[in-house]
């Protein structure tokens, strides 16, 4: 399949033919073909390419084709000498990619059929929109009351701090915005992707909500100027509140009908309801320049006069109304700002830029913030300019009440117009600003950004709500949803009721896309390069400030309820954490922190009361010794470093591809495993040299592994002479490099490898055999296969096609294997762990012991510790002991002085330790000394008589501790013993691991440890 993303040149270079990748890595075993070199603008064959945009698109991208750059490999190895090719396998952008669409979460799936896909411009489909939504219940119903409650000067600054709020969230959502193509989702989108899922996923939920809620403030303001028409023409059905609820209801349900439509209808719609409220507008002013009818005059409009602003100007706050009490009410008709962005997904490609998102904000010239700030602009423009110069706060509507003009009647203004309207004075007046509301407006936004949030699927409950329906992938669902909470709120029936809560709400989403933008500046990432550049990080703050701080004056208690509300939904998607990864900004502070965090900790000295074991553990693919990553996680879960290394011996050039397949391969392992660890790997000739290189390379700064981890060699005995040397090689260099070291060894061993591989390939085997029965079975002519039933595949089959060739001992060994690696999985029992300090190490042979009985899985083990000494001090060295477990606030209750351990051991484990040395041993004593001298060089590594005789007293410890094992720590959990030490070129390997193996062999999990000689515990404050 010749990969698309590389054109042909006019020369036509040849095409290689199609190479098999079975074995590449991928486990496909698909066929792919190699790219092809071409003539290039350097003028000669080559498969580099010049820079080009559709290098850097996502996989499943709409706005063009997606090319594949050639990988490093492929230029760095295709060509070899003989001329032949080989290439590993790279992903393709064709069939048969690993690369799908639904890996990348920012990609989108696109449409079967786009044609007549509907796309708005920044005009129709951010001003239309944001206009609509500023503009409404707010302008017509609501600003004389608020001008009548706070005055021309308060109310004056309700709009500007409103203005400011918005103006700072739009400057911080340009930014935003334009920093990348966005998708669909408005603020859920933008919060996101710039904070991750956790602050995504709260605040979206919340905002979906607001938005529907919403929905019912401006059916219910529509519904109250209905009401009052019906009240004029003494047309009401029922009473007043219910018939604002019979209204809505009927209103929300056309408005449902047009969205389920589609967006061009609801576009078409919107333009019809802007040049309603347009021509609305115009009339109110035309109106206030007309001179007042007598009728008007009793209803208290006495056209442009300056002592009626100078009497509105102070507030008259009443019926227990403040300041942030107005302000809440007044603020929902500042929440328009999102209308666009709400539907971003629907907005066309800025041309410029070619960022969708820049729309927005900007228009097609895609530099300056036209779209929501031209909409803040003229819907503020409006609002200030009120008509509290036209009207008195308070009027009857009944033209008797009138006196002679100029005369005193000490209650508002109207008086010297000839009106005395001191009645309202005691009884609640129907005209006036304070009481009169007028007209109408509506919108939606919430189905879409609802559905953006359901289609990343943080909360699976509600994927449900992911599915689109038609050309424009319309939220059918959505819509339904925000049509019964609307409804829901409708009932209210009361405008001044809901406004408030959807405040909170909005003012919450405006904070975090202020912090947003202050938080993606404040990490530097390189990734933060907004095209729009009017902006700065410390007024995105203040505004980030600012509307928290507006939401507490508000209503505290509301804005307590609303943060409660995001910290149980930033909780419960941290806790289920959500695949996926969108480059947050949170993830750059993160690593920031990191950074820096390792910096000043490097720049402090060591302390041995801040001593921790930092472990490196030597155990290969982290799940193939699945006991010894599980105790180097006990030792340090949530406290200390945890590196899990392999080493992958081999040509470093053959190893490499291997390596670096394993390493996202086993990290995501250890993660989904609940293991707080790292996976290191590196490719080495051999086994010491790799690890060697892990010893002097790992870690950073102060966060460096001190404490080397691994398993006992097992197979010792049958291993090639080169194995052991270099097993043992590893612990010389360890101690060599002033590692503390500890070695794990069960009886049954720790390797589960060849057991996995097994289940590998069983499941292979059977995924196998089951495409086989469905071609069998489930296909028949005729098509009748596809309504047949199929045959589920008999034991018998299962048995001729699958054989296993395992024995019933090799199957009881296996089985004894797999239920020992993952004993320390599982909480213990009640039991011991049996602690022989017989060397004082520096403490680590006890701080192992007393780390674990702090975790949750061992708190139910005591310590027992057994200690060297003389028969005849016994009780002395005891109470000693006691005394320094007391300094070191260790508690243990059993210490047990060994004052045997000087005699040696029995004759017939003698004997055995001898068979077991006996293959290893030169015997150069029963030969001359030239045949001696000869084996000597022939066989250099093996065991000389000398070395047995010289080293005969500590031969018998191993052996003799063994026997003292047996008896005192037999039941024990877990025992832990000092590890015997061989001196660098006077003990030889085998020798060395005789030793580990008698002191060892026979007993429950033994961990041999050995510290660095340096104190790990104090007993000073």
Known sequence: MENLAFEKSKDDPPLYEETSFSGNGYGNGEHRSVRPSVVSAFGHDTLDRVPSIDFYRNPGTVSGHRAIRPSLQELHEVFQKNGDLDIPDTVDDGEGSDVLENDDIEAIVPPENSAGVVKFGWIKGVLVRCMLNIWGVMLFIRLSWVFGQAGVGLGIIIILLSCVVTTLTCLSMSAICTNGVVRGGGAYYLISRSLGPEFGGSIGLIFAFANAVAVAMYVVGFSETVVDLLKVNNAIMVDEVNDIRIIGCITVVLLLGISVAGMEWEAKAQIVLLVILLIAIVNVFVGTAIPATEDKKAKGFYSYQASIMSENFTPSFRDGETFF?????????????????????????????????????????????????????????????????TVVRDATGNRNDTIAPGASCNFSIACDFGYDFSVCGTTKCQYGLMNNFQVMTMVSGAPKVFQALCKDNIYKALHFFAKGHGKNNEPIRGYVLTFFIAVAFILIAELNVIAPIISNFFLASYALINFSCFHASYAKSPGWRPAYKYYNMWLSLFGAVLCCAVMFVINWWAALLTYAIEIFLYIYVTVKKPDVNWGSSTQAVTFVNAVNNTLTLSGVDEHVKNFRPQCIVLTGAPKTRPALLDLAHSFTKNYGLCLTCEVFVGPRVERQQEMSASMEQNQVWLNQQKRKAFYAAVASESFREGAESLLQASGLGRLRPNTLMLGFKRNWRSADTADVQEYVGVLHDAFDFEYGTVMLRLNQGLDISHILAAEEEMEKMLLEQQALEMEENGFQEGGKGFFKRARKPSQKVLATRVEVPHTSDVAKINQRLVEASSQFKKKQDKGTIDVWWLFDDGGLTLLLPYILTTRKKWKDCKLRIFIAGQPERTEQDKEEMQSLLKKFRIKCNYISVIGDLHIRPTAENWRLFEDMIEPFRLHEGSKDTTQAEALRKEHPWKITDAELDHFDEKTNLQVRLNELLQESSRAAKLIIVSMPIARKGSVSDHLYMAWLEALTKNLPPTLLVRGNHKSVLTFYS
């Open 325 to 389: 009490s107005v302000f809440a009410i007044f603020f929902p008709a500042a929440t328009g700002i999102l209308a666009g962005a709400n539907i971003s997904g629907d907005l066309k490609l800025c041309p410029a830029s070619v960022n969708l998102m820049s729309v927005v904000i900007a228009g097609p010239s895609g530099g300056d913030s036209i779209g929501t700030l031209l909409a803040i602009l003229i819907t503020g423009l409006t609002y200030l300019a009120s008509l509290s110069a």
